[in-house]
């Protein structure tokens, strides 16, 4: 099975910072990399699909790099609202669906 | 507007049977293939299962964890999505949430999920 390794698992930025979190596979899963935003209480909601995609309506300083092994989840200008957990997620033929363990986003 | 509302959670034994619904609504239920994704309490995302379209063949695929214990179902007629979960463990504790695919690859749409909890 590729395994998804999601890093860091919590940060806390002020609002207006750029923020990386990134996320790493065990082997070349191509641009096969989704990235989900779940918000306290809520259910999660797709973001970014194919690794750099953005999903109609999602705020544009939200974006997504990489290819291969290794992935980026950007927010460029972080605002109040973002505070959230971050999945990356990899679809494969099985398991079909891999998610990352979580990056936690706080305010400082 | 998609919509996907589940029900069924509730508190059962270790051993136990219960049955989740998801009712669904604003998109094209027939043609779509459908997943359940749970997520235990304080813990990350984990898929469980997926149904295609009958078109597409009505193929159903399990997580290991639950392969042999849970079976998903649809009835296209009623928008409707159901999981049976059999021989329930304390470790399926969680919130599953009924999800709907626009791609292979992603979960594009996701309900407001329910609780299962397992416990003696």
């Known amino acids: 099975d590729i395994q998804m390794t999601q890093s860091p698992s919590s940060l806390s930025a002020s609002v207006g910072d750029r923020v990386t979190i990134t996320c790493q596979a065990s082997?070349?899963?191509?641009?096969?990399l989704n990235w989900y935003q779940q918000k306290a209480g809520k259910a999660p909601e797709l973001l970014i699909y194919d690794a750099s995609n953005l999903k109609t309506g999602v705020p544009s300083r939200f974006s997504g790099s990489g290819s291969g092994t290794d992935f980026t989840f950007t927010i460029s200008s972080l605002q109040p609202e973002d505070i959230a957990t971050y999945y990356c997620q990899h679809y494969d033929n099985f398991p079909l669906y891999t998610f990352g363990q979580g990056t936690t986003l706080g305010i400082k | 507007e998609v919509q996907l509302v589940e029900s069924g959670g509730g508190l059962m034994k270790p051993g136990g049977s219960l049955r989740l619904s998801c009712a669904a609504s604003?998109?094209?239920?027939?043609?779509?293939?459908m997943s359940w994704v749970r997520q235990a309490p304080g813990k990350g995302l984990e898929w469980v299962g997926r149904?295609?379209?009958?078109?597409?063949?009505?193929?159903?695929d399990y997580a290991a964890p639950v392969k042999g214990r849970f079976t998903i179902s649809r009835d296209d007629a009623k928008s409707a999505l159901f999981l049976q979960l059999n021989s329930l463990k304390t470790e399926d504790t969680a919130v599953y949430y009924c999800?709907?695919?626009?791609?292979?690859?992603?979960?594009?749409?996701w309900g407001q999920g329910t609780l299962v909890t397992v416990s003696s």
């Open positions: 149904i295609k379209s009958r078109v597409s063949g009505g193929t159903i």
């Open positions: 999800a709907a695919h626009s791609r292979v690859g992603t979960i594009d749409f």
């Open positions: 082997q070349d899963i191509s641009n096969y």
């Open positions: 604003g998109f094209g239920f027939s043609g779509s293939w």
